[in-house]
């Protein structure tokens, strides 16, 4: 179908409907305007492809479960103060589109469009954003802890109880999501 529209787009904008001789300076013109904007449609078609795919439901229920495992292994890295792994897997993929990214990378938010009761599951995206937002927050605190004024206290507690939070509210979230399939 996008190579129909392709093929029509290069037609209409080439000039194709004129019998009449142009000169070779206004060929070339005509032509490179149609190849641009040809080019151009078929670059834009393309992620409207890709988006089709990560839009079900069973892929943003997957995505959830990985952010999940994701997750699990990092109250043990903020024990052994591993501050840069912790904020990777924050912001990294995976998790980072739960709460660092806009609303429309979300898989929360994408299950949301699909749910009979958006606003119990965007209600529960908003928290989970706030936990992992906490816990990156205070890391990140963490991780100038003794370079900074004051008493150079860690904060470990912090972040790993945001984080325990965002699993158990991703839990939840899996369960309504699965309500959605």
Do not use: H
Request: overall charge negative.
């Amino acid at each position: 179908m996008c190579m129909w529209m392709l093929l029509i787009l290069m037609f209409c904008c080439s000039g194709g409907t004129s019998l009449t001789y142009n000169s070779p300076a206004q060929s070339r013109r005509s032509f490179g305007s149609s190849t641009i904007v040809a080019t151009t449609a078929f670059f834009f078609t393309l992620p409207l492809v890709a988006v089709a795919a990560d839009d079900s439901a069973d892929f943003n229920i997957a995505s959830l479960k990985k952010a999940k495992l994701l997750l699990k292994p990092l109250s043990q890295a903020l024990e052994e103060e591993k501050w840069d792994t912790v904020r990777s897997v924050l912001k990294g993929p995976g998790v980072g589109e739960l709460w660092n990214l806009s609303l429309a990378k979300s898989p929360v938010s994408k299950l949301a469009k699909l749910s009979d009761d958006p606003v119990t599951l965007l209600d529960l995206n908003d928290e989970l954003m706030l936990s992992l937002q906490m816990a990156d927050q205070i890391t990140y605190a963490n991780s100038f802890a003794y370079t900074q004024p004051g008493n150079g206290k860690l904060d470990r507690g912090g972040p790993i109880t945001m984080i325990k939070k965002a699993i158990s509210q991703l839990d939840e979230i899996i369960v309504i999501a699965d309500g959605v399939n």
